[in-house]
């Protein structure tokens, strides 16, 4: 069975990318698409089934040799957390597809790009070369530039220019990783410098990986994932870009891509460099407050639905990082099943901001907005759903996930004489973060769908029925993840204490 599923492991990535160039070669784009999602949802369920948990680990390995001369593979293999990250981008890709409207321009070129945005994530999270694991995230960046400046919304120069924004923040992000990248390279003994990250994680495990510049080189590894994350103060291109994107797009980037750096910081960052990563806590617990409180703040000032949700999608990064930050078991466990939880709720609440934006044609302010409830009431129940698992409702992942954060942060340090410790102090100003979240998501719910409903909107249709089960299989996942977490965390706790000895 493992060879199986490491034979259908190299598909889950290749098959978006040759159903990319059959699109465009006339292929049916939507039923192509929609199929190429479904089968690797069942590939996914597959290694979710057949993982071993006893073991743990890397498995589904498979590896091609690439360039003898710098020891460079292309090999594949899940643990317990790239699983579930291959897990989440398999739900979200196939909710993406199957909520996309009808495409009045471009269509084969608009479904191509969201099959490689979807193939790059699946590269990137199966990858087991840092090569790879980076050039497959920028094969995703050239189709997120496109559908926004193509297919977004708003006037033509205004969601270009917000393409362009997006595309050098991004680049930027990109170019500062690299660095760091390669300087992880050359910390390794000239005759086992490899860019295989098992190999690497090795190295570090027997203190093999050294340089006078390891607090450097994490800090440009820190500032490039956080800029591909949405790190404050390198947010502002998020909120706008996930705005202007087609829904698809919005419920990809914001639910899948956006994780790549968050998993990069686990993967890479924290079990490499554990000594430079304790160094730079406080400035990244600085940094974090900054997405929850400021960001958080900001968001309640935003008068669109669709702004809201960008914001409150980079605020929410500020939990995540807080619990990378703590460096325990608790702390790393629940960081990764938040980034689950939070991919599979942000998804669910852009797919049904677009039916709305759809049968309002395109009217997303909350001053104008009103007791949809009353004329869609499947819409106002899913959206509350979602909106109840974003504000860390207990029943959701979210929840959850966000319980082990706060726990694990608070433990890491203890308490001096009096005084509390700066994790203490972070993990208060957090929790402050939840009651914002809980004021604008209600405050945005209430004038979306309570009170009288503007005469406007009297004829505001439903969700359909078949466009009812995507909003299902993101919700039910998110709600079975809330009732039992420890089916998730089976797969990620012994992964992110593989990464070093953890308490």
């Given at each position: 069975?493992?060879?199986?599923?490491?034979?259908?492991?190299?598909?889950?990535?290749?098959?978006?990318?040759?159903?990319?160039?059959?699109?465009?070669?006339?292929?049916?784009?939507?039923?192509?698409?929609i199929?190429?999602?479904?089968?690797?949802?069942?590939?996914?369920?597959?290694?979710?089934?057949?993982?071993?948990?006893?073991?743990?680990?890397y498995?589904?390995?498979?590896?091609?040799?690439?360039?003898?001369?710098?020891?460079?593979?292309?090999?594949?293999?899940?643990?317990?957390l790239?699983?579930?990250?291959?897990?989440?981008?398999?739900?979200?890709?196939?909710?993406?597809?199957?909520?996309?409207?009808?495409?009045?321009?471009?269509?084969?070129?608009?479904?191509?790009?969201?099959?490689?945005?979807?193939?790059?994530?699946?590269?990137?999270?199966?990858?087991?070369?840092?090569?790879?694991?980076?050039?497959?995230?920028?094969?995703?960046?050239i189709?997120?530039?496109?559908?926004?400046?193509?297919?977004?919304?708003?006037?033509?120069?205004?969601?270009?220019?917000?393409?362009?924004?997006?595309?050098?923040?991004?680049?930027?992000?990109?170019?500062?990783?690299?660095?760091?990248?390669?300087?992880?390279?050359?910390?390794a003994?000239?005759?086992?410098?490899?860019?295989?990250?098992?190999?690497?994680?090795?190295l570090?495990?027997?203190?093999?990986?050294?340089?006078?510049?390891?607090?450097?080189?994490?800090?440009?590894?820190?500032?490039?994932?956080?800029?591909?994350?949405?790190?404050?103060?390198?947010h502002?291109?998020?909120?706008?870009?996930?705005?202007?994107?087609?829904?698809?797009?919005?419920?990809?980037?914001?639910?899948?891509?956006?994780?790549?750096?968050?998993?990069?910081?686990?993967?890479?960052?924290?079990?490499?460099?554990p000594?430079?990563?304790?160094?730079?806590?406080?400035?990244?617990?600085?940094?974090?407050?900054?997405?929850?409180?400021?960001?958080?703040?900001?968001?309640?000032?935003?008068?669109?639905?669709?702004?809201?949700?960008?914001?409150?999608?980079?605020?929410?990064m500020?939990y995540?990082?807080?619990?990378?930050?703590?460096?325990?078991t608790?702390?790393?466990?629940?960081?990764?099943?938040?980034?689950?939880a939070?991919?599979?709720?942000?998804?669910?609440?852009?797919?049904?901001?677009?039916?709305?934006?759809?049968q309002?044609?395109?009217?997303?302010?909350?001053?104008?907005?009103?007791?949809?409830?009353k004329?869609?009431?499947?819409?106002?129940?899913?959206?509350?759903?979602?909106?109840?698992?974003?504000?860390?409702?207990?029943?959701?992942?979210?929840?959850a996930?966000?319980?082990?954060?706060?726990?694990?942060?608070?433990?890491?340090?203890?308490?001096?004489?009096?005084?509390?410790?700066?994790?203490?102090?972070?993990?208060?100003?957090?929790?402050?973060?939840?009651?914002?979240?809980?004021?604008?998501?209600?405050?945005?719910?209430?004038?979306?769908?309570?009170?009288?409903?503007?005469?406007?909107?009297?004829?505001?249709?439903?969700?359909?029925?078949?466009?009812?089960?995507?909003?299902?299989?993101?919700?039910?996942?998110?709600?079975?993840?809330?009732?039992?977490?420890?089916?998730?965390l089976?797969?990620?706790?012994?992964?992110?204490?593989?990464?070093?000895?953890?308490?």
């Amino acid at each position: 069975m493992s060879s199986i599923v490491t034979f259908l492991l190299n598909l889950v990535i290749l098959f978006p990318i040759g159903g990319a160039v059959l699109i465009l070669a006339g292929a049916p784009a939507r039923l192509t698409a929609i199929g190429i999602a479904v089968f690797n949802l069942a590939v996914s369920l597959l290694a979710f089934v057949s993982y071993d948990q006893v073991h743990s680990g890397y498995q589904f390995i498979g590896s091609i040799p690439v360039i003898t001369e710098w020891n460079l593979r292309y090999t594949v293999g899940l643990d317990g957390l790239s699983l579930i990250m291959v897990l989440l981008t398999s739900i979200v890709t196939l909710a993406a597809l199957w909520v996309t409207p009808k495409i009045s321009k471009l269509e084969p070129q608009f479904y191509a790009c969201l099959l490689l945005i979807s193939a790059g994530a699946f590269g990137a999270f199966a990858s087991l070369d840092l090569f790879f694991f980076y050039a497959f995230h920028e094969l995703a960046l050239i189709p997120t530039f496109l559908l926004i400046g193509i297919w977004g919304y708003g006037e033509k120069y205004e969601r270009q220019a917000i393409a362009w924004k997006i595309t050098i923040y991004l680049a930027v992000g990109s170019f500062v990783l690299l660095i760091g990248l390669i300087g992880i390279y050359q910390m390794a003994p000239m005759d086992a410098r490899t860019f295989s990250i098992p190999g690497l994680q090795e190295l570090a495990r027997h203190g093999q990986l050294h340089s006078p510049h390891a607090n450097s080189i994490y800090l440009f590894l820190l500032i490039g994932f956080g800029i591909l994350i949405s790190l404050f103060p390198f947010h502002t291109w998020a909120p706008e870009a996930y705005a202007s994107a087609p829904t698809p797009a919005a419920m990809l980037h914001s639910g899948v891509l956006k994780k790549f750096g968050l998993y990069g910081l686990l993967r890479v960052a924290l079990p490499l460099l554990p000594d430079a990563a304790k160094h730079w806590t406080g400035l990244l617990l600085l940094l974090l407050v900054g997405n929850i409180i400021y960001v958080g703040l900001a968001t309640i000032g935003q008068k669109r639905l669709d702004m809201i949700l960008g914001y409150s999608s980079v605020m929410h990064m500020g939990y995540i990082f807080l619990g990378i930050a703590a460096m325990n078991t608790i702390g790393l466990s629940g960081a990764a099943l938040l980034m689950f939880a939070h991919g599979l709720s942000i998804a669910a609440l852009f797919a049904l901001t677009g039916h709305i934006r759809q049968q309002t044609g395109g009217t997303l302010l909350l001053s104008d907005l009103g007791g949809l409830a009353k004329v869609a009431p499947f819409l106002g129940f899913s959206f509350g759903l979602a909106a109840f698992a974003s504000i860390g409702l207990p029943g959701f992942a979210n929840f959850a996930s966000e319980i082990m954060v706060f726990f694990g942060a608070f433990k890491n340090q203890p308490v001096a004489s009096c005084c509390l410790g700066s994790f203490k102090i972070t993990v208060v100003l957090a929790l402050w973060g939840v009651v914002i979240s809980a004021v604008y998501m209600l405050r945005a719910y209430r004038a979306v769908f309570m009170g009288d409903i503007n005469k406007r909107w009297a004829g505001v249709q439903d969700i359909v029925p078949n466009l009812r089960w995507p909003v299902i299989l993101l919700l039910g996942v998110l709600i079975v993840a809330g009732f039992f977490p420890q089916l998730f965390l089976n797969f990620l706790t012994p992964s992110v204490q593989a990464f070093f000895a953890l308490p």
